[in-house]
């Protein structure tokens, strides 16, 4: 699991606003991603070469909550659905539900089976505002903050993507021994969430987790 997608637009709009402290403190954050459709017969379709579903955009879109709710991870409840592409090994629809510290949640759903033309998309609740990117693919932010106790939206251009900078990073790194934006120890908490959500789905409950490699 290596984060290149850090460096995505909606990623790093949404990581601006919060750190600026447009939204205030978040207390939820979730994403849907997914459409109906038969997930093909390449790797993110076999479960033993891919690992599942939630190793494909799941990996990226879990890194991306767990940085805009600074708090460690108490438990992990995992759901999965497997109702219409028998013909492949990998899950139909896996639901994540991380429940932090603090009382913050981040709820997280990928699905080959989602028949809705408009899912959530990706939305960050905060004590003052919110953060709503009606798909991840969208080129602009709707920002909603509070003005004398009333909600008003604003239309916020997304930051341009730009990929290459985790590769200068790396460069930087192994050249100049600049710090790594992405330090392992975040793609293996990552990796622990998945395992845990895993074992939450067969458990049919919520699990506690040793969330070791928060920081």
């Known amino acids: 699991v290596y984060q290149s997608r850090r460096w995505d637009h909606h990623f790093l709009t949404a990581k601006k606003l919060v750190e600026a402290g447009m939204i205030g403190e978040v207390f939820e954050t979730q994403i849907d991603f997914g459409n109906y459709a038969h997930p093909g017969t390449w790797w993110r379709s076999d479960k033993e070469i891919s690992g599942g579903i939630l190793y494909d955009w799941g990996a990226h879109c879990l890194d991306w909550m767990l940085q805009v709710v600074k708090d460690k991870v108490v438990s992990v409840s995992g759901y999965i659905q497997k109702r219409v592409w028998q013909i492949v090994t990998n899950e139909d629809h896996f639901r994540v539900v991380l429940r932090f510290q603090n009382g913050a949640v981040a709820n997280f759903c990928n699905s080959s089976i989602c028949a809705l033309a408009n899912p959530v998309g990706w939305r960050i609740l905060g004590r003052q505002g919110a953060i709503h990117f009606p798909t991840v693919f969208d080129q602009e ?73 928060f920081k």
């Open 141 to 213: 932010a709707d920002l909603t903050t509070i003005l004398d106790g009333k909600p008003v939206i604003t239309k916020v251009p997304a930051e341009p993507d730009d990929w290459p900078a985790f590769y200068r990073n790396l460069a930087d790194h192994l050249h100049y021994g600049v710090p790594l934006a992405c330090q392992p120890e975040d793609s293996a908490r990552v990796i622990g969430i998945i395992s845990k959500a895993e074992e939450s789905a067969k458990a049919k409950k919520e699990l506690p987790f040793n969330d070791k490699y």
